[in-house]
């Protein structure tokens, strides 16, 4: 290839206006020093142009997953890196680890992480979440009871059909932490209708430190609720931490046994309450 200064100033300055009107930015910024290069590395045209091609498509696949995790909505950054392996001695991590290939996503199954509170659901849930960003898909992530006063809330304006569609198009929906909720009957009817328009067309994770039988309680309206109970139970992945430990009161974090109230066990909801 010719040395950058053999090239016609003409041709070069249209060469970089096009390349900023094709926003292919990357590539514009990359020119001069690429020029530069390629007659010492005697490079061809051919991989002189994969080389410019290459730099800009990482760097839009890279701002293309940071605006995957920005619209996920993650309250925070949880990876399968972080996560402690050891323990939860009651974990099915060999489930866990399959579940990583994110063939979930591809199959529109439903992910159901149950279990105390603090045993690492919210963390599992947002791992996968940022698995399935990186590999492409969107995601949202919602606390239950915000993504319920939302749907509710949408309801004034009339609004709330079009809400659930686009959460319906999303490849994957996040609901975590469904618990006991101030109830409201219109609750059960709202993830119903987001559920079923998910229903073998997008996956869901959904984590709860409430066994199944209680969800009706939490959301008033135990018939409806069985349907979406039915719904999701269909191809369902669960992640059933059973007398699990909590990461807040056992965690390396949480405060020396020595220091900690002496009813702190009996504020702790009983296994028996969760599957």
């Not at 514009?28 to 498509?57: I, M, N």
């Not at 105390?116 to 960003?133: E, F, I």
């Not at 609720?225 to 007398?243: G, Q, S, W, Y």
Request: glycine share 6%; net charge positive.
């Amino acid at each position: 290839m010719n040395e950058k200064k053999h090239i016609p100033p003409s041709a070069l300055d249209q060469l970089k206006r096009d390349l900023e009107r094709l926003k292919l930015r990357t590539m514009l910024s990359s020119l001069d020093e690429a020029l530069s290069v390629a007659p010492k590395t005697e490079q061809g045209y051919v991989t002189f142009l994969a080389g410019l091609a290459s730099c800009e498509l990482l760097t839009q696949n890279e701002a293309a997953v940071a605006r995957r995790l920005k619209a996920a909505g993650f309250p925070q950054v949880r990876t399968f890196d972080t996560f402690d392996w050891t323990f939860q001695p009651g974990l099915n991590i060999q489930l866990v680890k399959d579940l990583m290939n994110l063939q979930f996503i591809q199959g529109a199954r439903p992910v159901l992480l149950l279990g105390r509170p603090g045993t690492g659901k919210s963390h599992l849930s947002m791992a996968y979440g940022h698995l399935a960003a990186l590999a492409g898909y969107s995601v949202r992530f919602f606390n239950a009871s915000k993504l319920l006063a939302a749907l509710y809330a949408a309801l004034a304006d009339h609004s709330v059909e079009r809400f659930i569609t686009r959460l319906s198009r999303l490849d994957l929906l996040i609901i975590d932490d469904l618990r006991e909720l101030p109830p409201r009957p219109e609750y059960a009817s709202l993830l119903f209708d987001l559920i079923d328009a998910r229903y073998n067309k997008r996956a869901i994770i959904l984590s709860s430190n409430l066994s199944v039988n209680a969800w009706g309680r939490a959301l008033g309206n135990p018939s409806l609720t069985a349907a979406i109970v039915d719904r999701l139970m269909e191809k369902a992945h669960i992640i059933n931490i059973k007398r699990g430990r909590s990461y807040r009161t056992d965690g390396p974090d949480a405060p020396p046994h020595l220091d900690r109230p002496d009813d702190l066990s009996s504020a702790l909801p009983n296994d028996s309450a969760h599957l």
